[in-house]
């Protein structure tokens, strides 16, 4: 940007004409011509320095461009490097590896996403990975499907089949049978209206923003992680969402789930753990808030997959159904994969530790032979 001054000569012509009042013999000179030529030599003067301070203001310009310019260059190379870590991250945690392990794990992958959102890559998304098509905005689509931290009274629905497991002694002596429910995802539809209101479900709505970042996400699989972590967070805070978002990946819905809100839902969390991981990347309790890992959502856990019982307290209200139901689970995969794999590795660490239990495993493993 060059500061022109209207009705001026050009730099170079004003130059040239100083040189040529400079040339002038004054002597021979009237007084007026004189200070006219002085008075046409300072208007010269004056415009020479504006224009060389003009100049000097462009060259600072372009230099603070020049160096924000770099600077971003090396910010996106650091975001971009934070984010394959992150990546890496995400492929090598796995249910199988240990506790202590996955703990590390992660507590190194939030140091990585903290660092990412302290560089300004909190909406970094890759140039080879798909970004998201423009949708409605989402405090219409927050309107349209709402959360239901506070649910209204739904009507009566099938009772889930139960498997019965054992029978216990009452007071009185009589005998009764426990049963295990199975948890599953919990979904509800409603055909018609309650009153003026129509009960809402937790599907989310056909056309809606959620519903198209959805798709966007079960269209891009592999990229998850870095989608969601784009995501506003008015997506993380819906329920609705963010549980379809586990129907795909339970660690990861639970990973990006606003901490402030879903994270704390005991329904939220038990619907979640509920859900087996297809794409095997990672344990959604692992995710979780220390604090929202309460008895009944580890019981729920420990009967979608016993081997969660590793994260049991014995403080806990559940915890002795939660072990019987290990033991169960344990014993039956004992039987189907005895020679397959090495037993041990099917025995959580806290199961392990029960003798009485080991003797039961030894006897499936290792028959009697007949005399």
Same mark, same amino acid.
């Given at each position: 940007?060059?500061?022109?001054?209207?009705?001026?000569?050009?730099?170079?012509?004003?130059?040239?004409?100083?040189?040529?009042?400079?040339?002038?013999?004054?002597?021979?000179?009237?007084?007026?011509?004189?200070?006219?030529?002085?008075? +046409?030599?300072?208007? #010269?003067?004056?415009?020479?320095?504006?224009?060389?301070?003009?100049?000097?203001?462009? %060259?600072?310009?372009?230099?603070?461009?020049?160096?924000?310019?770099?600077?971003?260059?090396?910010?996106?190379?650091?975001?971009?490097?934070?984010?394959?870590?992150?990546?890496?991250?995400?492929?090598?945690?796995?249910? +199988?590896?240990?506790?202590?392990? #996955?703990?590390?794990?992660?507590?190194?992958?939030?140091?990585?996403?903290?660092?990412?959102? +302290?560089?300004?890559?909190?909406?970094? #998304?890759?140039?080879?990975? &798909?970004?998201?098509?423009?949708?409605?905005?989402?405090?219409?689509?927050?309107?349209?499907? &709402?959360?239901? %931290?506070?649910?209204?009274?739904?009507?009566?629905?099938?009772?889930?089949?139960?498997?019965?497991?054992? %029978?216990?002694?009452?007071?009185?002596?009589?005998?009764?049978?426990?049963?295990?429910?199975?948890?599953?995802?919990?979904?509800?539809?409603?055909?018609?209206?309650?009153?003026? %209101?129509?009960?809402?479900?937790?599907?989310?709505?056909?056309?809606?923003?959620?519903?198209?970042?959805?798709?966007?996400?079960?269209?891009?699989?592999?990229?998850?992680?870095?989608?969601?972590?784009?995501?506003?967070?008015?997506?993380?805070?819906?329920?609705?969402?963010? #549980?379809?978002?586990?129907?795909?990946?339970?660690?990861?819905?639970?990973?990006?789930?606003?901490?402030?809100?879903?994270?704390?839902?005991?329904?939220?969390?038990?619907?979640?753990?509920?859900?087996?991981?297809?794409?095997?990347?990672?344990?959604?309790?692992?995710?979780?808030?220390?604090?929202?890992?309460?008895?009944?959502?580890?019981?729920?856990?420990?009967?979608?997959?016993?081997?969660?019982?590793?994260?049991?307290?014995?403080?806990?209200?559940?915890?002795? +159904?939660?072990?019987?139901?290990?033991?169960?689970?344990?014993?039956?995969?004992?039987?189907?994969?005895?020679?397959?794999?090495?037993?041990?590795?099917?025995?959580?660490?806290?199961?392990?530790?029960?003798?009485?239990?080991?003797?039961?495993?030894?006897?499936?493993?290792?028959?009697?032979?007949?005399?």
């Amino acid at each position: 940007m060059t500061k022109t001054i209207q009705g001026q000569n050009s730099p170079g012509e004003n130059r040239k004409r100083l040189q040529e009042i400079a040339e002038i013999r004054f002597g021979t000179l009237s007084d007026d011509e004189i200070l006219r030529f002085l008075a +046409e030599r300072k208007r #010269l003067a004056d415009v020479e320095h504006e224009y060389e301070k003009v100049q000097k203001e462009e %060259e600072a310009r372009l230099e603070r461009e020049r160096k924000a310019a770099e600077n971003l260059k090396a910010a996106e190379k650091k975001k971009v490097a934070i984010s394959k870590k992150i990546e890496e991250l995400n492929k090598s945690i796995s249910p +199988e590896k240990p506790d202590d392990d #996955l703990l590390i794990l992660v507590a190194k992958r939030r140091a990585l996403e903290k660092e990412l959102e +302290e560089a300004g890559g909190a909406d970094l #998304l890759r140039k080879e990975e &798909p970004v998201l098509a423009p949708v409605p905005p989402l405090s219409a689509a927050a309107e349209t499907i &709402p959360e239901k %931290e506070h649910p209204k009274p739904e009507p009566e629905a099938a009772a889930p089949a139960v498997v019965p497991e054992e %029978e216990v002694t009452l007071a009185d002596g009589k005998k009764a049978a426990v049963a295990e429910v199975s948890p599953q995802p919990i979904k509800i539809h409603v055909d018609g209206g309650y009153g003026n %209101e129509k009960i809402q479900s937790d599907d989310i709505e056909g056309g809606s923003g959620f519903q198209r970042y959805f798709d966007q996400l079960k269209d891009n699989v592999e990229s998850l992680g870095t989608l969601l972590q784009s995501m506003p967070l008015d997506a993380k805070k819906n329920k609705a969402f963010m #549980l379809k978002v586990a129907e795909i990946d339970p660690a990861y819905a639970m990973h990006y789930a606003d901490k402030e809100t879903l994270k704390k839902d005991e329904d939220f969390n038990m619907r979640v753990v509920s859900l087996k991981n297809p794409r095997n990347s990672g344990n959604a309790i692992a995710e979780m808030l220390p604090e929202a890992r309460t008895s009944k959502v580890l019981l729920t856990a420990v009967k979608q997959d016993y081997r969660n019982v590793r994260f049991i307290q014995p403080s806990m209200a559940d915890y002795d +159904e939660m072990i019987g139901i290990a033991k169960r689970g344990a014993l039956e995969k004992v039987k189907n994969l005895k020679e397959a794999v090495d037993i041990m590795f099917l025995i959580p660490k806290l199961l392990q530790q029960d003798k009485p239990f080991m003797f039961q495993v030894k006897e499936i493993t290792e028959p009697k032979k007949e005399k």
